[in-house]
């Protein structure tokens, strides 16, 4: 199993994240990280936020529109 990422750091790469100044993919790579990781490291900040965000903006529009 990898050594872990020290919590700041993982706190400094989430808030690069949640500016959406850049995708997923470069800051991952800017870190050095895998970008599964930043999205699962996203996750869990949501989660630990109370947000409950879609995992795609396909999903959300897709909330509340009637079945086919």
Do not use: T, Y
């Amino acid at each position: 199993m990898p050594k872990p990422f020290p919590a700041e750091f993982r706190a400094d790469v989430i808030a690069v994240a949640g500016k959406g100044e850049a995708p997923v993919r470069q800051i991952a790579k800017n870190f050095g990280i895998s970008e599964a990781c930043l999205h699962r490291w996203l996750k869990i900040a949501d989660r630990q936020d109370g947000v409950d965000r879609p995992a795609s903006a396909a999903a959300a529009d897709d909330v509340g529109a009637p079945a086919a």
